[in-house]
């Protein structure tokens, strides 16, 4: 048991012994065990209530939120009852935010929100592919172009094969789908968005991937055949290149790597308007007068996915709103109440809470937030994220990621102090690690494990609410969701009291961004 906060209650006891008595020499006691764990009982997170955590969740989780897609009004004030929460705990605004006035609290980010594709076609050869089937239009104006092709390998850098020596201006350009080293969603769609930034910087007229990564097709052309949002990089004035995808499974389409193949195109063009969003952000100062100067993180995606065809999930006309409880409400009412316990008795270091938007749409808070931190990075040791698809075992909480990170012992204290146990690693086969905003701080290299409900397998009780409309905060269990965040909170606090950092186990593939970060 920890014993760092009852120590200085207990320094002036003395034990009388019948030879030191009369030297009056006093003698430190040691805490027993039960004094210990009467004194970590009394630490603010045991008496977060049932009450208060039901009324965050039933309120950030109403329809009148209509779903908090990130751009839409439900989303904005989801962000501002976050904020007004903060101030109401007396969590400071981050370095670099107005203060003073209703931005408070506010990291905002201009995104682009790009319609969908009405029509496009592509001939190769005899072959016409057709939006829908065979490609997907990524980005670009109405387009209506033919020309020779030039392959550029996977056109990620100026130092490709396929670039060397070339001037593409005007050109169609071709390029390998993914990256070397892409194997999810996040690695792929950045790549992608890479090479079509360096395409458009070198004047070509359009790029074309040839698509045979590991997500599906039919994934991919379902996804990108409805509205997207995306972090902006261009401006009204700078429209992006036309950019394909294609299907090449079996390799169906590798002509297109030969010199002077051709191909026509013609597209409707995606219409892109801008959408403002924002990252809710505040600070609790650590205690310690060197520690204070080292940040724990507590991130939650506070976005879900809408009302009706915006979701791109199914519904009926009864009940069309994505509530999202589980997926993040939770989330989002477990670092609020995180903060209240930590705020109303500080930890060592100092805490930085992040409420971010955009997850569900491609992790765009946490991918904006990592790109343009508050505090810096290299001062932020560690973030404890949450997110979940929902639980179906009350007895646990899942965390993925415990094993690479560096805090087992504090995040098992912390589920053990509210009698709860802690299951690693849950529904590996679903590559979770690399899907939640977690990703986007490792991929930086701090060590950043998700904090979950409990789960060990996505079975039909997990499928049930994940992302479906019947996911309302009448369904949730309350009584386990109160020892949920007390446990977060008691973790949280272990880890920011903690003597030394949290490191990246040993040959973990985020391990060199962290010492590049952390400068080891």
């Known amino acids: ?43 603010p997170e045991f008496s977060l209530s049932r009450a208060e955590v039901e009324a965050h969740t039933r309120f950030l989780a109403s329809d009148e939120l209509q779903g908090r897609r990130t751009g839409e009004p439900g989303n904005w004030v989801a962000a501002r009852y976050i904020a007004e929460q903060f101030r109401l705990l007396g969590l400071k605004p981050a370095p670099g935010i107005t203060t003073g006035n209703q931005s408070e609290y506010f990291q905002p980010i201009t995104l682009e929100k790009v319609k969908a594709a009405t029509s496009a076609t592509m001939l190769v050869g005899k072959d016409t592919l057709r939006l829908g089937k ?17 392959y550029i390998g996977y056109g990620l850098t100026d130092g490709d094969d396929g670039y060397k020596g070339r001037d593409v ?12 080293d892409a194997k999810g969603p996040r690695e792929i769609f950045s790549a992608s968005a890479a090479k079509r930034k360096l395409a458009s910087e070198k004047g070509a007229t359009a790029l074309i991937e040839l698509y045979s990564e590991s997500i599906p097709w039919g994934f991919v052309n379902q996804y990108f055949n409805r509205e997207q949002l995306a972090i902006s990089t261009t401006t009204d004035n700078d429209a992006p290149i036309a950019h394909l995808w294609i299907n090449n499974a079996n390799n169906q389409y590798k002509q297109l790597k030969e010199a002077g193949q051709s191909v026509a195109i013609r597209t409707s063009g995606r219409l892109r308007t801008s959408v403002l969003s924002a990252n809710v952000v505040g600070i609790i100062e650590g205690t310690d007068p060197k520690l ?11 976005d879900h996915i809408g009302v009706g065809k915006q979701s791109g999930a199914p519904y009926q006309p009864a009940d069309s709103i994505f509530n999202g409880t589980r997926d993040n409400a939770m989330g989002t009412v477990a670092i609020l109440e995180a903060a209240k316990a930590l705020s109303l008795q500080r930890p060592k270091r100092s805490v930085l809470v992040l409420a971010l938007t955009g997850e569900e749409v491609g992790l765009l808070g946490s991918r904006y937030y990592a790109e343009h931190p508050l505090v810096p990075l290299k001062q932020t040791i560690f973030d404890l994220n949450i997110d979940g698809a929902g639980y179906n075992d009350t007895t646990i909480i899942s965390v993925i990621g415990l094993e690479r990170t560096g805090a087992r012992a504090e995040i098992e204290a912390g589920a053990k102090a509210v009698g709860l146990g802690v299951f690693a690693e849950p529904a590996p086969e679903q590559g979770l690690f690399d899907r ?32 479906q409309a019947i996911d309302n905060p009448e369904s949730l ?6 020892r949920f965040c007390q446990a977060y909170a008691h973790a949280a606090r272990l880890i920011a009291n903690r003597p030394t950092r949290p490191q990246w186990s040993a040959g973990d593939k985020y391990e060199a961004a962290g010492k590049s970060l952390y400068g080891q």
């Open 1 to 43: 048991m920890q014993t760092k906060f009852v120590l200085s209650l207990l320094a002036g006891l003395t034990l009388a012994t019948a030879s030191t008595q009369a030297q009056n020499r006093p003698v430190k006691a040691i805490p027993s065990r039960s004094t210990a764990a009467a004194q970590t009982a009394k630490l």
């Open 134 to 150: 065979e490609l997907v239009l990524m980005a670009g104006s109405p387009t209506a172009i033919s020309g020779v092709v030039i």
């Open 169 to 180: 201006k005007g050109k169609i350009l071709v390029a390998q789908g993914g990256s070397p």
């Open 292 to 302: 204070k100067d080292e940040y724990i993180m507590l991130s939650a995606h506070f």
């Open 436 to 467: 939640s905003d977690n990703v986007s701080f490792a991929a930086k290299g701090v060590p950043a494990p998700t904090f979950s409900p409990g789960f060990k397998t996505f079975d039909e009780a997990i499928g049930k609410y994940y992302h």
């Open 477 to 482: 269990d309350y009584t386990y969701f109160q």
